[in-house]
T-cell receptor, first 112, second 112 residues
Framework: EAQVTQNPRYLITVTGKKLTVTCSQNMNHEYMSWYRQDPGLGLRQIYYSMNVEVTDKGDVPEGYKVSRKEKRNFPLILESPSPNQTSLYFC???????????FGPGTRLTVL | GDSVTQMEGPVTLSEEAFLTINCTYTATGYPSLFWYVQYPGEGLQLLLKATKADDKGSNKGFEATYRKETTSFHLEKGSVQVSDSAVYFCALSDFTGNQFYFGTGTSLTVIP
């Protein structure tokens, strides 16, 4: 089944404790992206990647890191999480960004 | 910068009513335009898209026309069903095709 998977689905952590949210797709897509969803703000793009080793900042990259060492994986790293990063995070992939993006199920992160 | 503005919700309609959700955009060059739908507890799914002016996207009875003169991409459906209850997001990809901008989302509830 073609899908985008994210882990964990739910995470509660404390300020400053490094964490990684994994994202994997099995559709051989070139393009992958991370978004955060907050009430009243919709989805905002954090980072995107056009291909392996090619990443770029989206609208709200501060406090996040990404890497794209393999085509199928695009982890999101929070080196020192803060409470304002409490949010619902979505990973997405597509063959080309102008085409349909396939979204993962989301990761709900709470930073205390 | 690029942005999307969509109608505030929530919207509550009776079954078989006509639906319009307004969406306007600001963009440099020629963006692609999308409507995504999010059902409770799930990630976003592409509903329809249009890649150039005057294109009409359609799917599952929903339609939207890319209007460059009014910078709009309003979503319409002639007769909504209870199963259409969801959050609808208008989005654009910029002229490079790499960055995405989403509206704040419009929650639709359809009552029998």
């Amino acid at each position: 089944e073609a899908q985008v998977t994210q882990n964990p689905r739910y995470l509660i952590t404390v300020t400053g404790k490094k964490l990684t949210v994994t994202c994997s797709q099995n559709m051989n897509h070139e393009y992958m992206s991370w978004y955060r969803q907050d009430p009243g703000l919709g989805l905002r793009q954090i980072y995107y990647s056009m291909n392996v080793e090619v990443t770029d900042k989206g609208d709200v990259p501060e406090g996040y890191k990404v890497s794209r060492k393999e085509k199928r994986n695009f982890p999101l790293i929070l080196e020192s999480p803060s409470p304002n990063q409490t949010s619902l995070y979505f990973c997405a992939s597509s063959s080309l960004p102008r085409f349909e993006q396939f979204f993962g199920p989301g990761t709900r992160l709470t930073v205390l | 910068g690029d942005s999307v503005t969509q109608m505030e919700g929530p919207v509550t309609l009776s079954e078989e009513a006509f639906l319009t959700i307004n969406c306007t955009y600001t963009a440099t060059g020629y963006p692609s335009l999308f409507w995504y739908v999010q059902y409770p507890g799930e990630g976003l799914q592409l509903l329809l898209k249009a890649t150039k002016a005057d294109d009409k996207g359609s799917n599952k009875g929903f339609e939207a026309t890319y209007r460059k003169e009014t910078t709009s991409f309003h979503l319409e459906k002639g007769s909504v069903q209870v199963s259409d209850s969801a959050v609808y997001f208008c989005a654009l990809s910029d002229f490079t095709g790499n960055q995405f901008y989403f509206g704040t989302g419009t929650s639709l509830t359809v009552i029998p």
